[in-house]
C-alpha cells in the first residue's frame, strides 16, 4: 500500500464562528476526497486574526499532504488569507497578470475597480486556481490551496483542482437503517467490528419525524467487503427484531 | 477589562468529516457564546481515533478557557470520546451511580441493559452533565464540557451548564443587506474600519434567488456604537448609489 494521501480543512472566517453562516464547505470537501482517496483528517475553523491564519497554516501544512482553505479572499477589509499565507510562506504578495487578465475579460469595461484589482494580489511563486464563477482567482502555494468561501465558487475552484492532486483507492460507502435503538445494537455489532477491522462502521441514531432509529454507516475501499458486511448487518437486525428501514 | 473568556468547540466524528452528517453544533455554540460574552476563538472536527482526541484535548484544554466536546458518547464500538478524554487527564473511568439512577429511571423496566449502562461510564472525578432529552449524560472534567452529538440532546446540554461557564458581556450584532457588490464597498468600509476599531465589520457576498449583494455583520459588546455604525452604513450605501435590501 502506498503512502496515505491526508488532508486537512482549513476554514477561515469569523461568520461560521459566530454561527451567522452556515459552513458547508467541510460536507463537500469531505465527500469528494472519499471519493478521490484522500483522507480527510482532521477540519479547523479559524477567525480572520493574522497571527491565526499563519499559525494554523504553518502547523497544518507540515502534518497533511494537502491543505485546503475557505475564506477570506475576497476584496474588502476582512479578507486577510491571500496576506496571511504569504506571511506563512515568507512570500511576497504581487500583482499576477494573468489574474489581471482574466478579471478584466469577466467585468465590464471600467468597472476593474481597485478593490477589484486586490483580488489579483496573490503570493509570489503560487500557482493561480481558475475562478469559473466570478473570475477572481484562488491559488495553490505547495501543498496549501487557497479557495473562496461562498460555496458555489469553493466548489467549482475544488473541480478545478481536483487533476493536480494525487489520490488514492476511493472511499466506498454503505448504509443501512434500522429501528433498533444503538443499545440493541451495540454488542453485536462490535463484534462484527473486530471481524471486519478493515471495514469502519459508523453507528449514528437519528430522531426524525418522530421516529427514531439508527443509521449503520461502513466505509471501506473494498466494495466486496463492504457487500459482504451489509449482508451481515441485514442479518444482525432481522436476528435481534429489528426492521430495516429506507 | 476583565481577562477574556475564550472557548474552542471540538467536533468528535468520522461522519462529520466524511461530509455524511452536516455538522450543526459549531453555529448553535457559536451563537450562545455570543450571547454569554464567551469568544469561540477555535473549532477542531477530528475523527474517532483515541491518539488524536487524546492529543486535541490536551492541546486546546490549555489554550482556551473552556473546551466543548461533541459526540462520539453513546453506547457503541465507535463511541470513544468518554475513554479518551479520561486518558487525556489521565483518570479512570468508572461506572457512576447517579447515572446509573437516571438512566435507570428513564428506562422501562429491564430495558437497561449492559450497553446503555455504558453510557454511566465517565472519567472519576468528572461532573455530570444532564440529558434531558435521553437520560444517557455528559460530563464536565476541569475545563472540557463532553456532549452528545446529536444536536437536540447538545442543545439540552449546553444549555444545561451554562450555569456553570463565567461569561463577559455579550457579543451584539446587528446587519445591513445591500444589492452593491463587495467590491464598490471596500475602499469605504475600510476606512469604517479604521475609525470604529472597537466594531469587528464583516462583509458577507451572497448570491441567492439570482440576486446578489452583501450583507455587511457588525459586532461589538456597546450596542451604542452598533447604532451608530449601522447608521454611518446605511449612508454609505446611499452615497454610493446602492439600496438597502432587507
Known amino acids: ?12 472566517g469569523n461568520e461560521i464562528l459566530s454561527g451567522r453562516t452556515q459552513d458547508l464547505n467541510v460536507a463537500y470537501i469531505g465527500k469528494r476526497c472519499d471519493e478521490l482517496g484522500i483522507r480527510l483528517m482532521q477540519t479547523r475553523i479559524i477567525p480572520d486574526v493574522e497571527a491565526t491564519i ?23 477589509h476582512d479578507d486577510i488569507t491571500a496576506a496571511s499565507v504569504a ?11 494573468e489574474a489581471v487578465e482574466v478579471m478584466d475579460n469577466y467585468y465590464e469595461s471600467g468597472k476593474l475597480t481597485e478593490a477589484r484589482l486586490k483580488m489579483a494580489d ?10 469559473p464563477v466570478s473570475a477572481a482567482p484562488g491559488f495553490q502555494l505547495e501543498n496549501v490551496f487557497v479557495m473562496a468561501g461562498v460555496p458555489i465558487i469553493m466548489q467549482a475552484m475544488f ?11 476511493a472511499m466506498l460507502m ?6 433498533l435503538g444503538e443499545s440493541a445494537l451495540a454488542l453485536e455489532l462490535s463484534r ?24 449503520l454507516v461502513i466505509r471501506s475501499i473494498e466494495q466486496s ?4 458486511l451489509k449482508k451481515e448487518l441485514q442479518l444482525m437486525i432481522e436476528k435481534l427484531g429489528g426492521k430495516i428501514v429506507d
Chains 1, 2 share one sequence.
Open 1 to 12: 500500500m502506498n503512502k496515505e494521501i491526508t488532508a486537512c480543512v482549513i476554514v477561515i
Open 54 to 76: 499563519v499559525a494554523t497554516i504553518n502547523e497544518c501544512r507540515r502534518m497533511f499532504t494537502y491543505i485546503f482553505t475557505t475564506g477570506g479572499i475576497g476584496p474588502t
Open 174 to 179: 454503505e448504509s443501512v437503517a434500522t429501528n
Open 159 to 169: 473541480e478545478g483542482i481536483v487533476d493536480r492532486l494525487a489520490g488514492g483507492k
Open 87 to 97: 506571511l506563512a510562506f515568507a512570500k511576497k504578495i504581487e500583482r499576477r497578470a
Open 225 to 228: 467487503r463492504l457487500t459482504q
Open 192 to 215: 462484527l467490528q473486530d471481524a471486519y477491522t478493515d471495514v469502519s462502521i459508523g453507528s449514528y441514531p437519528y430522531f426524525k419525524k418522530g421516529k427514531v432509529g439508527v443509521n
Open 122 to 131: 496573490v503570493p509570489a511563486d503560487s500557482i493561480l486556481i481558475d475562478n
